[in-house]
């Protein structure tokens, strides 16, 4: 359930990457200088889907290489800008939370007790998840005035990478903020952003978690990660997420 799935037409999801990837070992450049090749790589790759008609049908990736209005369609840095957050947003988080929740459920033996016999707790044993291992921990944000800031002033108009993981942490937020609590609720965990850049795919990804995992669990009695040293992840720097999970599952 968590593995890379094909999403639409093959290209440019599947070509550009490996071009993307040849700019990058090819040294450090300029903020200009990716921009350009960035352009080059994006025109090339959706170009070269439209002059294959028969590498795109009705799925919503060829909807926007070949939409119209007025005669005029999208860029192609357009179209790939948004091919992108489709991946990242729709498919990359929520597959990342569900094998993060394997990860932290195991790590805390007895937490999926509860959820098993009563599926009405699944929600908010989900909403913890995020709280211990979000899939994008960091958040960037400009201050638009002064503030003060644990003893600190930070001047307006100062770019701000805010941890999770510390914000989670917080005790005037949480009670028990290093507990995993899977009956905490109301739950004022940031995964999801919040106000105007609260993310609107939300309710979407809570409820794909809690369908995936209330199938592992009535589908394996007993699931367990047998050595975590035999976890690896995803580079951090892009996204938290298990790359290999190996378990083992008890079926009944």
Do not use: K
């Not at 450090?28 to 790759?45: I, L, W």
């Not at 899939?135 to 644990?150: A, M, S």
């Not at 939300?202 to 699931?223: G, I, K, Q, T």
């Amino acid at each position: 359930m968590t593995s890379t799935q094909p999403t639409g037409v093959e290209s440019p999801l599947d070509a550009l990457p490996d071009r993307w990837r040849s700019i990058r070992e090819a040294g450090p450049v300029t903020y200009d200088e990716a921009q350009g090749q960035r352009r080059v790589v994006d025109h090339r790759g959706v170009s070269a889907v439209l002059a294959d008609p028969g590498t795109y049908s009705s799925d919503l990736t060829s909807r926007l290489l070949t939409a119209e209005v007025d005669e005029t369609r999208l860029a192609d840095e357009e179209i790939v800008g948004l091919v992108a957050l489709l991946l990242v947003a729709g498919h990359i988080t929520t597959t990342a939370l569900l094998g993060n929740a394997v990860v932290t459920f195991g790590r805390h033996p007895g937490t999926l007790a509860a959820p098993r016999e009563n599926p009405g707790r699944l929600p908010d044993a989900v909403e913890e998840v995020p709280c211990r291992l979000p899939p994008f921990p960091e958040r960037g944000r400009r201050t638009t005035r002064p503030v003060v800031l644990g003893g600190h002033e930070i001047p307006a108009d100062t770019l701000l990478m805010v941890h999770l993981g510390a914000a989670h942490r917080d005790p005037s937020r949480f009670t028990d903020p290093d507990v995993f609590d899977v009956a905490r609720s109301p739950h004022p965990h940031l995964a999801f952003g919040h106000g105007i850049h609260f993310c609107f795919g939300a309710p979407l990804a809570r409820l794909e978690a809690r369908v995936a995992l209330h199938m592992l669990m009535e589908r394996f009695p007993a699931l367990a990660v047998p050595s975590y040293e035999d976890v690896t992840y995803q580079n951090p720097a892009v996204v938290v997420g298990v790359r290999h999970l190996p378990i083992v599952v008890t079926r009944p």
